[in-house]
């Protein structure tokens, strides 16, 4: 979804390590679990209620009872390493930090402010019957995991451009329109891969992307990209539609592909300016791939002209898919059941969509039973309700 | 909240004339308790409201939880016919507003070889603070090919165009637009479709139905006597509405003045009413982190506090840093919609969930049927509409599939129909 990466990018660039997953505290949370703790965090003070806790999974009820927003930490005994935070917990709010902890010596810290070193004290988390291991090579399996995605993306940007020249030509070309048409999908097939990352570029999206249900037409956007093009090589659902001119087809076939190079661009910088993949974002952007089969291409409203859905169906899953296998073994250090589970609804998903392929493609949507779209859209829920999980458990 | 009081039964009340007060807000009514769950302490004393007064009420009425609302074309093109017919909804009206039937004999007090003047399924039933309001469409006053079938095209208020197509919407004909609405909110849902049923049934070879939106569990308040209902994304809605109490705000923000539109001094006292049938893609946003769904908000989902802290009712503080950016993040629904951010403009919302069963796919087909009351909506609609078409982290997960704009004469005074003035 468009959201997501951007934010996990803007949220992850400050904190690096692992975030752990955060949430708001129930207002009964009061059960007298030792694991269970609540902390005050006020203007000069970070009152937690126990200094120590039995090794397993632990929350901190942090209640920010002073007038500046607060953060709470929990760092490991080194007070560096991060083991898990919460953040942005506004005057009067309670948010909960849950983490899972081995035994060891630990530090705990409010920010109130944001700033500085915070407010400090030890905590140790005792021996339990609960067994919690964290792997010694969990760093390197995270930075390969971020490594081959960044990898991956900047492959796909790099062939989506080759392939939209080849298709800006044939299209501006005006006598090869059969040939565009066969190359439109397939070219789009490297937007759909990585379609949550393109996104969250917020200038070039809209751009390149917009269904013309999206545009704003009264308040004087104009609609350009992809489907805009698409809809003048496959006029036949529209009404009293004008065939643009070859000026026109020029105009618009020259602003994909000058926004298309700008978006590689972006993608291949390296440096100051590079993309960041923390573990989060990656996880994240799996999970809203398989949205934006649930919102958009299980429905057919994707590719209204040329109901070329399913191809855009298929490459949001390899997306989602590669995605998960970059994080699959830090997961499979933390949840190994959830990792068999989403490596066989995966599998699922894609026999299924296997079932609807024709030569090198897909059918088309409307070529689709109403008991086809069915399949794949429960096949689509019943593997999106797992991977809603999938943050939370590599980030644990 | 009383229970076993004196029961006000359709039967007993056939013929009306009960007294009441027509004030706007909680105009004063019998007292009479109805022994359900209803928590709104105040609303729980007035067990109906006064239909005639010098505004129409279901508008800062305290809302009441079920809806039934309907959007008619206008089939004849006779003047007298048309005027005709919205003097029998003025009595209709009025008698069921209070608990009665529909027709004036009743349901089952007629001849017996001609169909009954009430549809009966309300028998038995109190008036259940049952209120009915109805509004004219742009396409009243001029079809869209340009006619004036009842001469009133040059009294048609400037601001009653046919809503623009904002991004995102799906624009749904059948779904949309309407020469003339009928709002019909009760606590009770056999009496809200009751009531529009039989207003249907007097409509028919005068009216058609175009469409009709069933709504359950009110997604705003009107009356700060209420507490803050959620929608079908479990979160606060309507915190920041226009509430009955502020007469200030509605003066400025809900009724039309007698200066706001030369042509149309009938509208003087009334208000526009503005429709939007808001699908939610339920499943998808069920899978979002509950932190990501309080960001998207900028609300926490227990308390409906800001996430610039304080309680609900305290205002947001879209400056106030947090870790990254503002701690209210910049696409935040509450942010973009907030008056602040819209200058100044404020709505009186009272809107509904909806789930109209499945869709096609198997997913809710569900979401909010969303009603606002605003004084123009080219000031305190269309701009708050755009900005969130364009900016809202909400919009990911909303499809706008229905969208229509009415204009809401005042109330009716006694011995007068509805849009009289209009007509007269
Ligand atoms: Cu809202």
């Not at chain 2, 005639?52 to 074309?73: K, N, S, Y």
Request: overall charge negative; hydrophobic content about 40%.
């Amino acid at each position: 979804m468009r959201k997501t990466l951007l934010a996990s990018l803007a949220t992850l660039a400050v904190v690096p390590a692992l975030a752990a997953c955060t949430e708001n505290a129930s207002p009964d949370s009061e059960s007298g679990d030792a694991r269970t703790l609540a902390v005050a965090s006020t203007k000069d003070a970070c009152d937690v209620s126990a200094k120590t806790a039995p090794a397993g999974t632990i929350s901190f009820d942090v209640s920010n009872t002073g007038s500046d927003v607060t953060e709470f930490y929990l760092l490991a005994e080194d007070g560096l390493r991060i083991v898990g935070e919460v953040e942005n917990i506004g005057p009067s709010l309670t948010k909960t930090l849950t983490v899972t902890v081995p035994e060891g010596e630990y530090v705990t810290a409010c920010k109130p402010g944001m700033v500085g070193e915070g407010i400090r004290a030890d905590f140790k988390v005792t021996s339990s019957d609960e067994k919690v291991t964290v792997s010694a090579d969990e760093a390197e399996l995270i930075e390969q995991a971020t490594n081959n995605y960044r990898a991956y993306v900047q492959d796909q940007t790099s062939q989506l451009l080759v392939k939209t020249k080849e298709f800006v030509e044939l299209y501006k070309a005006g006598d090869s329109d059969d040939e565009a048409r066969a190359l439109y999908p397939v070219a789009r097939e490297h937007w759909e891969r990585i379609e949550t990352v393109a996104e969250s570029f917020g200038d070039l999206d809209p751009k390149m992307d917009a269904r013309e249900a999206d545009v704003d037409f009264a308040a004087g956007e104009k609609w350009t990209g992809w489907h805009a093009i698409e809809k003048d090589l496959w006029p036949a659902r529209a009404e009293k539609y004008a065939a643009w001119t070859p000026e026109e087809r020029a105009t618009y076939a020259d602003d994909l592909l000058a926004n298309t190079v700008e978006l590689d661009k972006r993608v291949q910088a390296t440096g100051t300016g590079a993309l960041e993949y923390p573990l989060d974002a990656i996880a994240n952007g799996s999970r809203g791939l398989l949205e934006e089969v649930a919102t958009g291409k299980v429905t057919g409203e994707e590719e209204f002209w040329s109901r070329t859905d399913l191809w855009d169906f298929q490459a949001n899953v390899d997306g989602a898919r590669i995605a998960f296998e970059g994080v699959q073994p830090v997961l499979e250090t933390k949840n190994a059941e959830l990792a068999e589970q989403l490596t066989t609804r995966f599998t699922e998903l894609n026999e299924l969509l296997d079932g609807h392929r024709k030569g090198d493609g897909f059918v088309y949507y409307d070529e689709l039973t109403k008991d086809d779209v069915d399949q794949l859209a429960a096949a689509v829920n019943t593997l999106s309700e797992p991977l809603s999980h999938l943050t939370a458990a590599v980030v644990s | 909240m009383t229970t076993g009081a004196a029961k006000v039964s359709r039967r007993g009340l056939l013929g009306g004339g009960i007294g009441v007060g027509a004030v706007a807000g909680v105009a004063g009514a019998f007292v009479a308790g109805r022994g359900t769950a209803d928590e709104d302490a105040a609303a729980a004393v007035v067990s109906s409201y006064a239909f005639r007064g010098e505004r129409q009420a279901g508008i800062v009425t305290p809302a009441q939880d079920r809806l039934h609302f309907v959007a008619l074309d206008v089939t004849t093109e006779d003047r007298d016919e048309l005027i005709g017919l919205l003097q029998q909804w003025t009595e209709a009206a009025e008698r069921m507003t209070q608990g009665g039937s529909a027709g004036p004999v009743g349901p089952v007090r007629g001849a017996t070889d001609v169909p009954p003047d009430d549809t009966g399924e309300a028998i038995g039933l109190p008036a259940s603070r049952l209120t009915i309001t109805f509004g004219f469409g742009p396409t009243l006053f001029r079809t869209t090919d340009g006619k004036d079938r009842f001469g009133i095209a040059d009294q048609r208020p400037e601001a009653l165009e046919p809503l623009p197509h904002f991004r995102g919407d799906i624009d749904d004909p059948a779904r949309s637009g309407g020469d003339i609405c009928i709002q019909a909110c009760a606590d009770d849902p056999q009496v809200a479709v009751h009531a529009i049923r039989n207003l249907v049934r007097m409509g028919f070879g005068v009216t058609a139905v175009r469409w009709s939106q069933l709504g359950f569990g009110r997604t705003s308040t009107t009356s700060t006597s209420q507490s803050t209902p959620r929608n079908l994304f479990g979160f606060k809605d309507g915190t920041a509405n226009v509430k009955a109490e502020e007469a200030q705000a509605l003066a400025e923000h809900v009724w039309v003045g007698k200066d706001d539109d030369q042509a149309s001094g009938w509208l003087t006292g009334g208000s526009y009413l503005v429709t939007r049938r808001i699908n939610m893609t339920i499943e998808v946003w069920d899978r979002q982190p509950l932190g990501d769904q309080e960001q998207f908000v900028g609300r926490t989902k227990d308390a409906g506090a800001p996430l610039s802290g304080g309680d609900e009712f305290t205002d947001p503080d879209f400056e106030l840093p947090g870790r990254s950016g503002p701690i209210i993040p910049t696409d935040a629904h509450v942010r973009i919609v907030h008056p602040d951010q819209n200058d100044g403009a404020r709505m009186l919302r009272r809107g509904y969930n909806f789930v109209d069963g499945s869709d096609d796919i198997g997913g809710l087909n569900a979401g909010l049927f969303f009603i606002a009351y605003v004084r123009d909506p080219r000031t305190h609609f269309i701009p708050v509409q755009r900005q969130m078409a364009s900016s809202d982290a909400l919009m990911e997960y909303l499809k706008f599939t229905g969208s229509a704009l009415f204009a809401v004469p005042p109330g009716v005074a006694a011995g007068e129909y509805v849009g009289q003035g209009l007509f007269g």
